[in-house]
Nanobody, 127 residues
Framework: QVQLVESGGGSVQAGASLRLSCSTS????????MGWFRQAPGKEREFAAS????????NYADSVKGRFTISRDNAKNTVYLQMNNLEPEDTAVYYC????????????????????WGQGTQVTVSS
């Protein structure tokens, strides 16, 4: 029943920035751990970033650490992924995901543990 709607993808040159957004009408948004995953052409989907229900803590894959920032606005039922200094290797379909979890201080990097997924948004980075 939880629907996640993503936006913000696009085609940019290396070094550019994009901000992805993922919103839901789900009332219990603040009870969901949120994550971003990505799937590059010919590769399996991989973890990118996760954020606790309150937004107080985050976790990142090494490949994006220092360049990407995950954040959330629970008042807007929205999670964001700010992507800076994009590289061609960042080219992928980016998915947001939600995991119902009442524990307030955890992140989740295992995609199999997420309950709901967005449709994905394409990010293409050219050199």
């Amino acid at each position: 029943q939880v629907q996640l709607v993503e936006s913000g993808g696009g085609s940019v040159q290396a070094g550019a920035s994009l901000r992805l957004s993922c919103s839901t009408s789900e009332r219990a948004f603040s009870s969901f751990v949120m994550g971003w995953f990505r799937q590059a052409p010919g590769k399996e989907r991989e973890f990118a970033a996760s954020i606790t229900t309150s937004g107080g803590a985050t976790n990142y894959a090494d490949s994006v650490k220092g360049r990407f920032t995950i954040s959330r606005d629970n008042a807007k039922n929205t999670v964001y992924l700010q992507m800076n200094n994009l590289e061609p290797e960042d080219t992928a379909v980016y998915y947001c995901a939600a995991k119902l979890d009442f524990r307030p201080y955890i992140t989740e990097n295992q995609q199999r543990n997420y309950h709901y997924w967005g449709q994905g948004t394409q990010v293409t980075v050219s050199s």
